[in-house]
């Protein structure tokens, strides 16, 4: 199991990871209006390989880094790490964000990606970051704990939308 950049070796799984979640009825994993709206995968890739970059970034964003999570040749999940913290991340966004394909799921995934993601963000120099989870998410919160996560607080987010907790995490 490992972290690589997002690459067309694996769109097959990629595909069927992106399938699983429109079946869930998990909004915007493969919409990427939010990113430009790549048409295809190949222009995916491109978008995030320029966004490690910090190029052809939408107003308001900053660098950021997406990896792959492998296991066996096949697409498990995703994780992207902002290598700076915004007034918006630090109190909705956080700097580490995760998915991980319905089918994979509850197998102790999470915990590997967010695990690798942290040793990722030291590599971007980063020592201490700020993550996010829905409040309603009990998984992702178990997840970000299990990595050293400190919860600092709740964040409301309106009356139609779960609260956010907010957890701190030191990199070792």
Known sequence: MQLV???????????SALN?????????IGDW???????????????????SEG?????????ATTYWLVDEGAFIGETTIRHEL?????????QIGYWIRPV???????RQILRLALQKAKELRLEKIIITCDATNIGSRKIIESNGGVFEREQDMGP???KKLLFWITIQ
């Open 160 to 162: 139609q939308n779960p």
């Open 33 to 51: 209006a939010e990113i430009g709206s790549p048409k295809n995968v190949v222009e995916y890739i491109r978008v995030r390989q320029d966004h």
């Open 5 to 15: 950049p997002p690459s067309m070796d694996y769109e097959e799984t990629f595909q």
């Open 20 to 28: 699983e979640m429109r079946q869930v009825g998990s909004m915007g």
């Open 86 to 94: 915004t007034e918006h991340l630090r109190n909705v966004g956080g």
């Open 55 to 63: 190029r052809n970034l939408p107003r308001g964003w900053i660098p």
């Open 104 to 110: 994979k799921r509850h197998q102790g995934y999470g």
